[in-house]
């Protein structure tokens, strides 16, 4: 078969792959990660390289996403373009997936436990300190003689029965065998490292030579769709003694998990994108070790929380059934595992929890961010939002919980924006419009690249309150704005202009963008009136909003409820919690019975199906509007706009 | 290195090895397993061979075990003897380990089930039947719907829960990961296996697609010393489908248990010694299956009996300090396995259990025996002997129990002995003397080759009532019968003259086999007497005795009360129960209750341990006379032979 050879710059890559791959994946190949965010479907456009020597002609079907400027400059979609001939190509920054996540001091934020008084809150200090997933236990062990002949798992087991309630003890194989040797080389001082079952059985997941008790660490860690967060934690004294983030390298197959879903079932990838999760998690594993002089083999827990998809991705389980009606995950109640069933840089028989989920829609990042909220143990109405791709919202009180899920699309994310970037460095996170001056903030204080979704938040807001824009999300056609411009026939904003930006490329906001935008805050309001309908109540029956998710570290509140992403509540009611996901999976991991109760709180849940909801498409249609049709809905909005 | 050929005759079997190497290793290389009872110590002097072509010398250590004439023939100890020289070597019938074991019709009935009467005694039918180790249920599931949208694993938990109470379920993580595609291409339409761990918690081992609760079999095991036996079971009706036997491959390290050990523990040969003994269990399966026409994918369980050390290296646990004082085993309750963590030629997940043992000499073969027996269901005073290499003894009843263990050596399984064999074609089995007549029986009727164990015990009390040798197993000097000589040092008696047996060579037995079959059997009778005296009674006191072993089919309960190997009562009311160790196996495997009745009964029963009784070895010396020193212990002996 004809070989071609592919150059990808500015990097310098080299490859040599068969005739008729694709572009896309001859960069996979050799190691450049090109932004992808329909998973090389064709379909979103973001994948856009310059053929700079050798010819590559855009497909019919691509053209639609190129400019004729960029037609001209021999831009083609990677994933459309068959190598033909051997190339040169160009990966603009604004394509290309980076490798690194750069945490700013800022943004660090959101990975420590912003809420300890949440978590304080919602579980009895003793019983979250004391009962993590595992615990070791020194056995000082009396030697055997003829009158005190007992086999050596006996001895082990009637030492541990002196310090714990065990009616049944349960231990494997390859631990047994090492069993004699270890006891008697090591003066019969061991450590047991030891896992409740449930209340009746609990199994010896190791023994050890000599007294290691001081040494007992977990790993909490949330899985998120775009950004995998963990924390080393002491098992001991619950302390968090590091937090490392990485990407989820399984955007390469997809920004969304719609289209890593169709990637795995389409094309067989289950394999592959199982490990695009695991790697990362190690690698932060590895990092926080490294970082902490922590051994692997004192690591002997991990409880991750993510949502329904990214679970199954992480377990290796097929997600396909998510995808389809009537979405049905194989299992919301994941059973426990062991670090080396999934290859995990912990010690071997290190138990791995998942959060337990409610539905294919609402995870266990959702049942964890119940459980870090506290929402459940009062008896005030609380709402927990959670914004992302999908956003989850759950409803209740101390007797009871409702949950639904609403696509909102990747805008959030700061995708499917023509200028949209995830929220890292020289992503445009805040905007403040006064009359003609655009104040900008950007992530890391450096030259704009984008913006990222609490940005554009904030843009749609200010050009609204500024009347920009009408409430409609339109801009007047007769707008004298010197920023309102007309481009490759759309209306943008000029947030930027290039010699202010680092790709020397004007930063805009389209009228496309404001569009999505609407329909992604419509989507997530009109899911929560429908939530609230459906027990009766209305937002004014709301004591609490309680935000989190990925970007809400630089959302503002009183902005995001001005266009209607939000309900109109006081202000003060309304907190960002950050990633309450995180925190879940921390208190679940260091407290059995905060994960049983996680498992309760998950059954509990009511799930509220909204794609088979009649009255979700009307819900949404009047909340596409700058906040909302119904201005009495918005009277905070309504007092400064007039109705 | 240079290297040397060899040639094992009459086979043929070809090798070429280092210089150096003995003959004993170099013959298992080739496939060839010499005899070898000490395991290559050089003390047992079994594996006796001639060379034939090339030239290899007897070390003086080994020159003790030939006699002046197999000097002359070139005979040397093939474990004892380095390879200097290309060789040929002959490898004499009795030096051969056999690698077949002939079951005769008759040897046949004692891996039958002989006493079924006693198993149902034991256990009331129903619960014996209907609670086997796995159950396969088959689940009609409903098909998912928008109302009805339980995940995959909770639908079948809901649909397991309607047929069985099951409070908590588990899976494990690969079989969750097939569940979603194999449900919906079997239209919903599956058998689940499922395993209960304990009483609050069963884990499903498997699913598989469509209905196949028809087919549940299960294995029982006895896995000797000498001879492994399993029979194929169904688990819905409890009928044995077929019964396999193949000798135990670990002999080839050694003849008992002590031999073993010291091949594992001082030269490292743990992994090859568990191999010899899952190899021959693998062979059986493969037959049991190919005769009866079963798929492994549905045999779901097993369950294995055998003595401590035996269960020790079938399940690849170091046995090393079963052998020294204090005795102590790594487990006598030993965790259930997989089939596949043992390599067993099963349904990967069946679940494989080992009997529980008492101590390190008195193993799971022995509680599945008093399961079998049911000496524990009734108030009668019973006692069970399960005659080998060591002796086990258990005296009880539905109150209480005893036990102990004593080192009987070799000779009951037919070796230790000039002429001895084990109980395969052409050994004596049965021994008649009236006056000068010798009246043999062969196994499988074939021309005699040795004698085995129960042989041994006839022609002794033979010997004994014919008054040829006297009340301390000596030919008295002036012995006039025509078939006792002096030989080589010794005294003996020919049972069967050159003419008569198939290798030309004549069968004795000589004055220090009967020797040491009086060691033999002095060791066990003083074990039973010590057993009883520690309860406060006597031979009177037992209601009945039950013998079982693997020699037990043959043995002539008179003849060996005759000598002093069981105590004197009326012999209806001694009584030989086969294997029970087997039954005991398959009654485990075939209910629940019995496997826990096991456990209790391994709790239970008081182990007393001889090596440190200070009694034993004045019971054993008045024990060392043809029947006892105390002739008023057996009085019928008593009125044969006068005082």
Redesign the interface.
């Known amino acids: 078969m004809t070989k071609h050879k592919v150059v990808f710059q500015p990097v310098g890559a080299k490859i040599e792959v068969e005739r008729e791959s694709n572009i896309l994946e001859a960069a996979a190949e050799s190691g450049i990660y090109i932004n992808s965010l329909c998973g090389g479907e064709g379909v979103c456009g973001k994948c856009k390289v310059q053929i700079i020597a050798g010819e590559a002609k855009p497909t019919s079907h691509s053209i639609r996403f190129l400019s004729r400027e960029e037609i001209n400059e021999a831009f083609v979609l990677a994933c459309q373009t068959e190598i033909r001939d051997d190339l040169e190509v160009w990966v603009p920054p604004e394509a290309r997936l980076e490798e690194e996540q750069i945490l700013t001091t800022e943004s660090m934020v959101c990975y420590q436990a912003p809420q300890d008084l949440e978590v304080k809150d919602s579980l009895d200090i003793p019983s979250l300190l004391y009962m993590p997933v595992t615990q070791k236990i020194h056995l000082s062990l009396p030697k055997?003689?003829?009158t005190d002949?007992?086999?050596?798992?006996?001895r082990v087991y009637r030492e541990i029965r002196k310090k714990i309630q065990a009616p049944?003890l349960?231990?494997?194989?390859?631990s047994?065998?090492s069993?004699?040797?270890m006891l008697?080389e090591n003066e019969w001082q061991v450590t047991a490292t030891i896992y409740p079952?449930?209340e009746?059985?609990i199994e010896i997941l190791s023994l050890e030579p000599g007294d290691t008790c001081a040494e007992n660490y977990g790993i909490a860690c949330d899985i998120g769709t775009t950004t995998i967060v963990a924390q080393l934690v002491d098992l001991r004294s619950g302390a968090i003694l590091g937090v490392e983030a990485s990407h989820n390298q399984q955007a390469r197959y997809g920004e969304d998990v719609i289209s890593r879903m169709i990637y795995v079932c389409s094309r067989g990838g289950l394999s592959a994108i199982h490990t695009a999760v695991v790697e990362p998690v190690n690698a932060i594993i590895d990092t926080l070790l490294e970082k902490q002089g922590v051994e692997a083999s004192n690591i002997t827990a991990l409880t991750a929380a993510g949502n329904t998809t990214m679970t199954h991705l992480f377990?290796?389980?097929?997600p396909?059934?998510i995808r389809l009606?009537?979405?049905?995950?194989?299992?919301?109640?994941l059973?426990a595992?062991s670090a080396a069933?999934l290859n995990l840089h912990l010690h071997p028989n290190a138990r791995v929890s998942c959060m337990p989920g409610v539905?294919s829609y609402v995870g266990g990042d959702i049942t964890a961010g119940v459980l870090a909220s506290g929402i459940s143990n009062s008896p005030q109405i609380s709402a927990l939002i959670d914004i992302g791709t999908n956003g989850e919202i759950v409803i209740g009180n101390n007797e009871w919980l409702v949950c639904c899920s609403a696509s909102a699309g990747p805008a959030f994310e700061g995708s499917g924006t023509k200028c949209g970037m995830r929220a890292t460095r020289g992503a445009i996170q805040k905007v403040g419009i006064e009359g003609e001056k655009v104040h900008l903030s950007t992530i890391g204080g450096a030259k704009a690249r984008g913006i990222c979704g609490s940005g554009l938040i904030d843009a749609i807001a200010e050009l609204f309150r500024n009347r920009i824009i009408d409430a409609s999300g339109k801009f007047p056609r007769d707008s004298d704005n010197p920023r309102v411009r007309k481009n490759e026939g759309d209306m943008e904003f000029v947030l930027a202009h290039g010699d202010e930006t680092e790709t020397g490329k004007r930063v805009v906001i389209t009228e496309s963008d404001i569009s999505n935008l609407i329909k992604s805050k419509g989507a997530i309001l009109a899911a929560m009136r429908l939530l609230l309908n459906s027990v009766g109540m209305s937002f004014k029956d709301l004591d609490r909003i309680l935000v989190a998710g990925g970007f809400g570290n630089y959302l503002d509140v009183e902005k995001a409820t001005f266009i209607g992403l939000l309900p109109d509540i006081p202000p003060e009611r309304i907190q960002y919690i950050g990633n309450s996901s995180l925190t879940g999976a921390r208190m679940a991991l260091l407290s059995r019975h905060a994960l049983a109760r996680a498992n309760n709180l998950a059954r509990q849940m009511t799930?509220l199906?909204l794609?088979?909801d009649p009255n979700f498409y009307h819900e949404f249609v009047a909340a596409l509007f700058l906040p909302h049709t119904d201005m009495d809905l918005y009277p905070s909005v309504k007092r400064i706009m007039g109705s």
């Open positions: 055997p003689s003829l002949n007992l086999a050596d798992l006996d049944t349960e231990i494997s194989l390859p047994l065998r069993m004699a040797t008697r079952l449930d009746h059985c377990l290796g389980l097929e396909c059934t009606e009537p979405y049905i995950p194989t299992a919301n109640f059973p595992t069933e539905s799930y199906e794609s088979v």
